[in-house]
């Protein structure tokens, strides 16, 4: 059984450092949606909650106002209730959210914010000391950042995660990741790709030798040809608690082939899905669907999106490459360069929507 002592720390409330900064997102977000109604006087704001009574309740605190967006920014420990202050994550969403708002969607926002709670709280534990990032490089200051969406109330929800799960995939953690390979056949594969890059450089920059080899004996053994399959990297947590089952009848006709494992290493990026090679910095970053929900958005990756990313990227650049203003200014933009689709529907006859891609 997984054992995690969320309360952890150094002298720190971590739990209540989660606490204040979900309930002054949440609120920060209902106030510029214009979701509440509100009342204020210079930095000092009021909205009305409703107990379980059904009578209503004042939340008080303090604020600032940014110029951008004019966004509502709520001073740190500044809520309170009733004029005592709030501590109490549970009352706080019972009042404000579950008793004002009884759509179905209210229920699944507060399992998000509970789970950025516990999420946030576990990812606190790793934070590192604070430093100089000018010797850093991009990968490393990817595990080094730890806040999340700024502005989002369920801002680290991973929903689909258990708190394992987070430790071994959040980029907090900094943990090695070893995705799962694939070998598809050609006719359930949509594939795209920019014009300067080539299928086999590009495996090249992610898989030795030594398991390129390995995989094309899986492929031969399975009585498939080599040159008729696309090989697909799979997130490891996708292929544990989503695909297996989905695949089960395409692995049994060899529509698909299980490569296993590869021995390269890779580090995750905030967005979660996107990976960093460790064994060759030079190399393409993987983005791999991951059928959980983040920021109150799926992750998972759409075939239409997955072959139009190339080319949306190949189009953009030819405009900052032919604009003497961006190319002056050595401006660019991080390419998708390559994308490849598992279309499933068409063995298993299962909604569109399901896919898996990288």
């Known amino acids: 059984m997984y054992q995690n002592n969320l309360l952890k720390s150094n002298n720190r409330n971590l739990p209540g450092e989660v606490r204040d900064r979900i309930m002054r997102q949440t609120l920060e977000a209902?106030?510029?949606?214009?979701i509440v109604s509100y009342a204020h006087t210079n930095g000092d704001w009021a909205v009305y909650g409703e107990n379980e009574e059904g009578s209503k309740v004042i939340y008080t605190f303090k604020t600032t106002?940014?110029?951008?967006?004019?966004?509502?920014?709520?001073?740190?420990?500044?809520?309170?209730?009733?004029?005592?202050?709030?501590?109490?994550?549970?009352?706080?969403?019972e009042e404000l959210?579950?008793?004002?708002?009884?759509?179905?969607?209210?229920?699944?926002f507060i399992r998000e914010l509970l789970e950025t709670y516990a999420k946030d709280a576990q990812a606190l534990r790793v934070q590192q000391e604070p430093q100089r990032v000018n010797s850093l490089s991009f990968d490393d200051i990817e595990s080094l950042l730890i806040e999340g969406h700024p502005y989002h109330p369920s801002y680290k929800s991973r929903m689909?995660?258990?708190?394992?799960?987070?430790?071994?995939?959040?980029?907090?953690?900094?943990?090695?990741?070893?995705?799962?390979?694939?070998?598809?056949?050609?006719?359930?594969?949509?594939?795209?790709?920019?014009?300067?890059?080539?299928?086999?450089?590009?495996?090249?920059?992610?898989?030795p030798l030594e398991d390129q080899q390995r995989f094309i004996k899986y492929i031969e053994d399975s009585g498939q040809a080599p040159e008729e399959m696309y090989w697909i990297p799979v997130h490891p947590w996708q292929w544990e608690n989503d695909l297996q089952s989905k695949f089960l009848q395409a692995i049994e006709n060899?529509?698909?082939?299980?490569?296993?494992?590869?021995?390269?290493?890779?580090?995750?990026?905030?967005?979660?899905?996107?990976?960093?090679?460790?064994?060759?910095?030079e190399s393409t970053y993987l983005k791999l669907p991951l059928n959980i929900t983040n920021t109150s958005s799926s992750r998972i990756l759409a075939s239409h999106t997955i072959q139009n990313a190339a080319k949306i990227s190949e189009w953009l650049h030819s405009i900052i490459d032919?604009?003497?203003?961006?190319?002056?200014?050595?401006?660019?933009?991080?390419?998708?360069?390559?994308?490849?689709?598992?279309?499933?529907?068409?063995?298993?006859?299962?909604?569109?929507?399901?896919?898996?891609?990288?």
């Open 97 to 108: 959210i579950q008793n004002q708002f009884h759509e179905n969607q209210a229920s699944s």
């Open 254 to 281: 060899h529509s698909v082939v299980l490569l296993g494992r590869s021995s390269v290493s890779y580090q995750a990026h905030q967005s979660l899905r996107s990976l960093t090679n460790r064994n060759y910095s």
């Open 30 to 34: 209902l106030l510029f949606e214009g």
């Open 65 to 93: 106002q940014k110029h951008s967006f004019h966004r509502i920014k709520i001073d740190p420990y500044s809520i309170k209730r009733n004029d005592e202050t709030c501590e109490d994550l549970y009352v706080f969403l």
């Open 160 to 207: 689909g995660f258990s708190l394992e799960d987070n430790e071994r995939y959040g980029p907090e953690f900094n943990q090695s990741i070893f995705p799962f390979w694939l070998a598809v056949h050609q006719d359930f594969v949509k594939a795209t790709k920019l014009a300067a890059f080539d299928w086999q450089e590009l495996l090249d920059e992610h898989l």
């Open 322 to 358: 032919e604009d003497p203003y961006f190319k002056d200014d050595s401006f660019n933009i991080l390419r998708e360069v390559a994308g490849t689709a598992f279309e499933y529907k068409k063995r298993l006859n299962l909604n569109k929507s399901n896919y898996t891609g990288t």
